[in-house]
């Protein structure tokens, strides 16, 4: 059978491991040989423990760009940060894929958010199938859009970045005698592009896709984790995936114990033995990651940052959403869950916050629970192992 090497380069977060991990499986189970480089072995260490595959360190861009706007206004800026400045840049990172490659000798690159892994696997002639949510995987055929669609991003800006990062890329590319990019997507796209996400959740709200596109929806682990562990008491049920880098984790966390919510938070730095920042008989801290399809079986809010894989599942279980965005990425996603009525973005909020009243009213009015039980009723049809089925008969359409 053939040998598939899964990758995951650029963003944070678990929700990149927690859509290869199954695929791995899958593909395992259909007789494949599975390897796998990641940008994080530390974090994604429990969570992939089990899955017997060798598990290499992603080749990463370890320095700081000099010269860059303050802030990132499209997914070009976001790879002239990594690297794509210029050409020199990412030599070194291309030459470390290319030998990885090398030695691995797989038969089919699949690449979540991993575009230098791409450009070394066309320098290889070896295909690629990209996958993730809509964020990374941008509109076929155009130019990058803005990130930030609510400020005035002059033209010229986004341009100029698209080309540079262009002109790096395929500066890189040409000593090995293959096609050039054209556009910065498709160094993002591959040369099979495959949108696990929903047109509800889609960052860029692009409508129709191309013909023969089509949308897998979200990947997500439904019973990977801890079984929740829930304070004693009476008051509502309320998830929290938090982190302490969010200036007012712990003034919420404040807010759910005064308004007597029985909290389980997962913050992963109490998880690492940081002390807890708000100590209550009704928050329970979770010492790793909690299994989501649990907790929302009894729930009656999630408050996490908008990673897609944690809010998703709450939505398909007709959980409201509380989200704090920490980064363009979830702003742009937590927007589209507020205009679905499912959730609140506190993003759009004007500091500082009221978090208990806020709270109250989400616990109180019936529309947000309402609506998030009109997305579960949507995709109530939904089987993520089909799913990941659907997605693994695309790899194997493409080995060559």
């Not at 499209?74 to 030695?103: C, H, K, N, P, Q």
């Not at 293959?178 to 047109?199: K, N």
Request: hydrophobic share 45%; proline share 9%; charged share 15%.
């Amino acid at each position: 059978m053939a040998h598939i090497h899964l990758t995951w380069e650029l963003g944070g977060g678990l929700g990149h491991v927690g859509r290869l991990k199954p695929l791995a499986l899958a593909l395992q189970a259909r007789g494949h040989r599975v390897s796998l480089s990641l940008r994080d072995l530390v974090q994604t260490h429990q969570l992939l423990v089990d899955l017997a595959a060798p598990k290499l360190q992603a080749p990463l861009w370890l320095h700081k760009a000099m010269g860059l706007p303050p802030t990132i206004v499209s997914l070009a800026e976001v790879l002239l940060a990594g690297g794509y400045l210029e050409a020199d840049g990412i030599r070194g990172l291309v030459s470390g894929w290319r030998d990885m490659f090398t030695m691995l000798k797989p038969d089919l690159l699949v690449a979540d958010y991993a575009p230098t892994a791409v450009l070394a696997a066309r320098s290889l002639g070896l295909r690629s199938v990209t996958l993730g949510l809509g964020f990374y995987m941008p509109p076929q055929g155009q130019a990058l859009p803005s990130l930030r669609d609510w400020e005035a991003v002059p033209p010229a800006r986004l341009a100029a970045a698209e080309a540079r990062v262009l002109a790096s890329a395929n500066a890189v590319l040409a000593p090995f005698n293959r096609a050039p990019f054209r556009r910065v997507s498709e160094l993002l796209l591959g040369d099979v592009p495959l949108l696990c996400t929903w047109p509800e959740l889609d960052h860029y709200a692009r409508g129709d896709l191309p013909t023969g596109g089509r949308w897998f929806g979200p990947n997500f682990l439904p019973a990977t984790g801890q079984a929740p562990h829930w304070p004693a008491g009476t008051g509502p049920k309320v998830f929290a995936y938090l982190k302490s880098g969010h200036p007012d984790h712990e003034a919420l966390l404040q807010a759910l114990v005064a308004e007597g919510c029985r909290t389980l938070c997962y913050l992963p730095e109490v998880a690492a033995g940081k002390a807890p920042p708000v100590v209550s008989p009704l928050i329970h801290y979770a010492a790793g990651p909690v299994s989501l399809g649990q907790a929302y079986e009894d729930c009656a809010l999630c408050i996490c940052h908008g990673g897609e894989g944690t809010f998703v599942q709450a939505l398909l279980a007709g959980v409201p959403v509380l989200l704090l965005p920490m980064q363009v990425e979830q702003f742009l996603i937590s927007r589209q869950v507020a205009q679905s009525g499912a959730g609140i973005n506190a993003g759009v909020l004007p500091g500082p916050v009221a978090w208990r009243p806020l709270l109250r009213r989400m616990l109180d009015e019936p529309g947000f629970a309402a609506a998030a039980a009109a997305f579960a009723s949507r995709h109530r049809d939904f089987n993520p192992e089909e799913q990941v089925q659907a997605l693994v008969e695309v790899f194997e359409q493409n080995l060559v």
